[in-house]
């Protein structure tokens, strides 16, 4: 079992910045094919795939619209996984997830194992 805690959201501004943290607990993180994910949810929208990254941090994959502002990173060692949110908009406000995965990066929710709770994003206009 993985445990996911995430921090690290709050208000900011537009243009602004804010770096996600995703914490894992209970089976060894650095295992050899757990993929990470972040997604998002807006109140009344479904939850979308924001950026996703391989057990060895080497390939990362993000979705269109956050391209060129979100990088998603990893450290095994720590047990953590970041996204560094930079040239935020109001239509980033969302409550944000991380989500681990046996095996490679996918982008569909239903692909992903463990979930953590959820830290709410709210980018001001």
């Known amino acids: 079992q993985v445990q996911l805690v995430e921090s690290g959201g709050g208000l900011v501004q537009a243009g602004g910045s804010l770096r996600l943290s995703c914490t894992a607990i209970g089976r060894t993180f650095s295992s050899y094919g757990i993929a990470m994910g972040w997604f998002r949810q807006a109140p009344g929208k479904e939850r979308e795939f924001v950026a996703a990254?391989?057990?060895?941090?080497?390939?990362?994959y993000y979705a269109d619209s956050m391209k060129g502002r979100f990088t998603i990173s990893r450290e095994n060692a720590k047990k953590t996984v970041t996204l560094e949110m930079n040239s935020l908009k109001p239509e980033d406000t969302a409550v944000y997830y991380c989500?681990?995965?046996?095996?490679?990066?996918?982008?569909?929710?239903?692909?992903?194992?463990?979930w953590g709770q959820g830290t709410q994003v709210t980018v001001s206009s």
């Open positions: 990254i391989n057990w060895s941090g080497i390939n990362t």
């Open positions: 989500a681990a995965r046996d095996g490679i990066t996918k982008r569909t929710m239903d692909e992903y194992d463990y």
